[in-house]
């Protein structure tokens, strides 16, 4: 994949705007410090487990997540299955937020220590290891039903690993059924910023409902800082139907029917930000 700003119609109008080293205040929020996780445990009152894994045989072995020296390690180990060479499984491990409804704006330091996948020659998916913020923000006014996710309108940025090396993406997507088993990218972004293990940047994530946008900021007020706003015109007034935010590691390992691939994450974040008023 080329380093490039892809974009998919899905019966809604995307407008895209990318703003490259802008300054801090260009639009930016004022955060206020969630957790920094000096305490010796994580905080049940403010955390909640994150724990999600396809179901079927692809197994997941190292799942790890504990404090260690002020910060938060995730370490997750996924296979992919040998039943066809179509598509990959997943497995996320990480941590949510209890009052995802309130949070608006959400900034992590996200450091990869280790990040390894293997593709399949006979797959045309790609293996993936992430490191991200995620979330969702509302729904498009086209789920049926109450439960059904359709039309929630959800967001990722994340440390990436995969073929086309270590890279630093964001997206919005649109979930397609009930469970959003299935979802559709609507555009994505690669950043000219790249990573390497044991380094370090400052991941921020920002809705701006007013001017129809997300934006995703590496390094915010730094001299490296690179920002891309996302926009939309879809309607954003209804609360997603499965609302979330959270960090965690996500692995995507391909499926391979001439034998498992493996796929690991091991990432750190701290010093936790969100907007003020989401902050106890």
Known sequence: MARRLMTIGV?????????????????????AL?????????????????????????????????IERGKLHIVLTTYGDTTSDSGTRSGDLGLGFPNPAAITAMEARV????ASFQDCAGNTSTSLAWAQLRGAFFNDGTSPEAGNRIGDIFTSFQKQANQNGNNITADIRRCNDLGCNNSTT????????????????????????????FRFTVNPGKPTEETTLLTYITPDTLPPVFNFKNMKVRNLPANCTSGRKKVTMDALFD??????????
């Open 271 to 280: 010093n936790v930000k969100l907007n003020p008023d989401a902050v106890p």
């Open 111 to 114: 450091t990869v220590k280790q």
């Open 11 to 31: 019966g809604v109008m995307i407008g895209i705007f990318i703003a490259l080293g802008l300054g801090s205040d260009a639009g930016a929020a004022s955060l």
């Open 34 to 66: 969630y957790d920094n996780f000096t305490a010796p445990e994580i905080n049940p009152d403010k955390w909640i487990g994150v724990d999600s894994f396809n179901s079927g045989p692809n197994p997941k072995t190292e799942a790890k997540r504990f």
């Open 186 to 213: 609507l555009t994505s972004f690669i950043f000219t910023t790249t990573w390497t293990p044991g380094q370090a940047h400052v991941l921020r994530l920002e809705w701006d409902p007013a001017g129809n946008g």
